[in-house]
Antibody
């Protein structure tokens, strides 16, 4: 069974750093692109970027380039999303999701989401 | 970047009825790589349709997708209680470029 298990909710102050994680099981972690998506409160879905854990190649959405960093540790089948300095506007649910192997065109399995709250 | 516009914003129907949701792209979608997702409140999105018309694994056959180029449709026959949710379309393009529509909320009439 394909599973993406995300890390627990976080409450942070503006300016703090943060890393959230997404642990994969049930599929070839190194053979699939893993994406990160943001959903701000009451809003729609935004694509942030994708990472290929096999070689850690990354592709960022222009909207998120330079604002976050994606990485992966294939030895523990885990992908990460990192912020250097959080802002209140980073408050959102962050999902990791796996792209379809056959054509990479759609996210066919999703994690449950990590709620990040940034507040002073 | 392709902009996806979904309509209507909200659709009010009764269980058992048919729902028709639209997604229009600002330019032609690469290889018709247009997908649909359902998001039940409090849950992660679930892939329903990929490649404009192919049902994802485990998706009931009351869900169907159609369209090509810039105009796409998701049809849901015989609405079930769990279908009252928010639906998003999403495109995949080269580089890649990925974007979502703003969503259609399907509510119980």
């Amino acid at each position: 069974e394909v599973q993406l298990v995300q890390s627990a909710p976080e409450l942070k102050r503006p300016g703090e750093s943060l890393v959230i994680s997404c642990q994969a099981s049930g599929f070839s972690f190194t053979g699939h692109w893993i994406g990160w998506l943001r959903q701000q409160p009451g809003k729609g879905l935004e694509w942030m970027g994708i990472i290929y854990p096999g070689d850690s190649e990354t592709r960022y959405s222009p909207s998120f380039q330079g604002l976050v960093t994606m990485s992966a540790d294939k030895s523990i089948r885990t992908a990460y999303l990192q912020w250097g300095s959080l802002k209140a506007s980073d408050t959102a649910i962050y999902y990791c999701a796996k792209l379809r192997f056959e054509d990479n065109s759609a996210f066919d399995s999703w994690g449950e989401g990590t709620l990040v709250t940034v507040s002073s | 970047e392709i902009v996806l516009t979904q309509s209507p914003g909200t659709l009010s129907l009764s269980p058992g009825e048919r729902a028709t949701l639209s997604c229009r792209a600002s330019r032609s979608v690469y290889r018709n790589y247009l997908s649909w997702y359902r998001q039940i409140p409090g849950q992660a999105p679930r892939l329903l349709i990929y490649g404009a018309s192919s049902r994802a694994s485990g998706v009931p056959d009351r869900f169907s997708g159609s369209g090509s180029g810039t105009d796409f449709t998701l049809t849901i026959d015989r609405l079930a209680p769990e279908d009252f949710a928010v639906y998003y379309c999403q495109h995949y393009g080269t580089s890649p470029s990925i974007s979502f529509g703003q969503g259609t909320r399907l509510e119980i009439k």
